[in-house]
């Protein structure tokens, strides 16, 4: 290698030929040394030298090879000076250089040489500047030039001295503002990367790949969107090929992975996760793999802000949470938008993301003018402040808890209430279906089954007892119908505890005799007698023995009693209707069935009594209905005396009831 040249005069005309000269010489001296000669060295060793030496080995190159020219730091290309690699991606390598002509530093993009013979990625890259050269935004990097030179393809562009976003972001500050807190200075970031893709928006570009790595932070506190590699036209992106994806899995939006149209909503759900990234120092959509990710960004699905950054106010959440809704209707219409609710934010003002409470607008009144109300606020929250406040949380609690209980007790009120009326229904469709081994019975018995299982819920409240135990009577009927009689039997004891309490079935007379019952006691003392024929027909015999003697103490006793002994009267009669096929104690049987009859003829008015299938009648409606059942028994058995009763001047007032009617129709009837 020659001798280092020295500092040449090029002040005249003479001092000039004198460099060329020189440097002529140098060049061949390396030439002559071998085409492998240490370029770098050969240059530094002539520094006075270097303007005209470049150009002459350059020119020497393209003479000497055919092979593509590969950058590397040192290297001119055309007008640029490689000085450092600075960062590499997918569509490219970025260097920092120094524009010799203009002597000034810029960012160069080139072209990678594997993509270099590959029209599409030229075309794309080319693409990339042309889209980006549109734009003129303060955060957004300028292109100044566009070119190819010795078959690399390359931009030029504003070189930003800082640091990338995903680098900054591991640190305490991120050195956008030194006046405000980390939290704020997120907002402010995300702020200026709003207007920056508002502006591109407007411009008809969608940048489809937001992401920390695509954001600058210079050394003045600036920030700069960069990297507009995969961005489209609007009109463009709404016609985006099937299957294709461009973007970042971690930072790209459910349209994006479904392939439906894309518009600027798309870059509001990445500048979302961005602003989450920031705030929870994580990413928002995790996964093992990318297909995982992509598809819990596909169902939206990720932890709030709440749950994972507390410390997070709760407007900045709430402006993080909408820009990452997964419908893009539910979104910031645009970044502008989002932008502008930033601003809201860290003005301390009200969002417009969720319209505030007046609790929130007043706490935030109350932040804006802290120090005129420092000292009035101390001693109201010393003297006021916490007791009411503490009172206004407990009331809206309990006011929130006693209105939820509400719907819920009404719910549950109005599913208890469709299981009677279907538990009633079904009862009536086990009369009509001609025996137990109707083809209607497994679903009958499913239904019960059902009905069985819900009224277990909650069975203990007292103000269900009797209404679980009615509807419990009617499903041991309809055990008793389907011949289920030992499940019919546990229904009758399960009532039975839930109106008495715990204790046996009634197996002895004096325990028979000494209890009250009412009118549903009477019911379920049908359903043991039902069981009871069914299972053992001595044990039916005895219990009837039992009810007609007790009915005929009652009788003895107070002919005329009122309707607290309707209930005896009941029991009295169902016993006669289930016995009257029994010829020793048939007599017996229609002498009960005509006294109950007798017995409630005409019973005391009971104000407000309203029948279970027909207008007010103006009497007990229960004892129509068990005079009724009464004349059915007799009907049964003797139909010529059944229809002497119901001519009976004493069932005058009941001949408008619809039982009634129904009977006197069944009389008619001919046998």
């Not at 009633?424 to 239904?447: D, F, H, I, W």
Request: aromatic fraction near 4%.
């Amino acid at each position: 290698m020659p001798a280092p040249t020295q500092h040449l005069p090029n002040d005249d005309q003479d001092g000039r030929l004198q460099r060329l000269a020189a440097a002529m010489e140098a060049f061949l001296q390396f030439r002559a040394g071998g085409a492998n000669g240490d370029r770098a060295a050969f240059l530094a060793a002539n520094a006075p030298l270097r303007d005209l030496l470049e150009p002459m080995l350059d020119d020497a190159a393209d003479d000497d090879t055919d092979a593509p020219f590969v950058p590397q730091p040192g290297q001119c290309l055309g007008d640029y000076r490689l000085l450092r690699e600075v960062g590499r991606g997918g569509m490219g390598v970025v260097y920092e250089a120094e524009q010799v002509s203009l002597r000034r530093r810029v960012a160069l993009k080139v072209l990678p040489a594997h993509l270099a013979s590959s029209p599409r990625a030229i075309e794309r890259f080319r693409h990339e500047a042309t889209l980006a050269s549109r734009l003129r935004h303060p955060a957004i990097v300028p292109i100044h030039e566009v070119g190819e030179w010795r078959g690399v393809h390359f931009f030029s562009m504003e070189f930003v001295d800082g640091r990338p976003l995903h680098v900054a972001m591991q640190d305490t500050r991120l050195g956008v503002r030194a006046d405000c807190s980390r939290v704020a200075e997120c907002a402010e970031l995300v702020a200026r990367v709003a207007s920056a893709l508002q502006h591109a928006h407007e411009h008809g570009l969608v940048h489809r790949d937001v992401k920390p790595h695509n954001v600058m932070i210079g050394a003045d506190g600036g920030v700069r969107l960069m990297d507009f590699g995969v961005a489209k036209e609007l009109d463009a992106a709404t016609r985006s090929s099937a299957g294709e994806f461009l973007g970042t899995p971690h930072y790209c939006s459910p349209e994006q992975i479904t392939g439906a149209a894309i518009g600027p909503t798309a870059d509001v759900f990445a500048l979302g996760i961005v602003l989450y990234e920031l705030l929870a120092h994580r990413r928002p959509f995790e996964g093992d793999d990318a297909r995982a990710v992509l598809r819990r960004i596909e169902i939206g699905e990720f932890p709030s802000l709440r749950s994972v950054a507390p410390q997070v106010p709760r407007d900045l959440q709430t402006i993080c949470h909408k820009a990452l809704e997964r419908h893009p209707g539910h979104r910031y219409p645009s970044a502008g938008a989002m932008g502008d609710d930033l601003r809201r934010f860290l003005r301390i003002e009200p969002i417009h993301a969720a319209p505030p409470s007046l609790f929130t607008r007043s706490t935030k009144w109350v932040r804006r003018h802290r120090l005129r109300l420092a000292v009035t606020t101390l001693l109201l929250m010393t003297v006021v402040g916490a007791p009411s406040a503490l009172a206004f949380h407990l009331h809206r609690t309990r006011a929130a808890i006693e209105s939820e209980r509400a719907v819920l007790d009404q719910a549950e009120e109005l599913a208890f209430r469709s299981i009677e009326q279907t538990l009633a229904l079904l009862g009536q469709q086990m009369e009509r279906l001609p025996g137990p081994g109707s083809q209607y019975e497994p679903q009958l018995a499913s239904v019960a089954d059902l009905c069985t299982q819900f009224l277990e819920l909650r069975s203990e409240l007292p103000q269900r007892l009797r209404r679980v135990a009615a509807s419990l009577e009617i499903l041991a009927g309809i055990r008793i119908a389907m011949e289920q009689h030992a499940r019919a039997e546990v229904l009758i004891r399960r009532a039975r505890v839930l109106l008495a309490g715990p204790g046996p079935i009634v197996v002895t007379k004096e325990r028979l005799l000494q209890r009250t019952p009412d009118l549903l006691q009477a019911r379920l003392s049908h359903r043991e007698l039902q069981v009871a024929l069914q299972v053992d027909r001595w044990s039916a015999d005895r219990l009837f023995q039992w009810l007609d003697a007790d009915w005929q103490r009652l009788v003895e006793a107070d002919p005329k009693a009122p309707a607290p002994h309707l209930g005896r009267t009941v029991e009295a009669l169902v016993a006669a209707r289930e016995v009257t096929k029994n010829a020793t104690q048939k007599t017996a049987a229609l002498r009960m069935a005509a006294e109950a009859a007798a017995y409630v003829a005409a019973p005391p008015p009971v104000a407000g009594a309203v029948a279970a299938d027909g207008p007010a009648t103006g009497r007990d409606d229960e004892g129509a209905l068990v005079a009724a059942a009464a004349l059915e028994c007799i009907l049964a058995v003797n139909k010529k005396e059944a229809r002497r009763l119901l001519d009976d001047a004493r069932f005058a007032g009941l001949r408008d009831h619809p039982a009634f009617r129904r009977l006197r129709e069944r009389a008619a009837e001919r046998p």
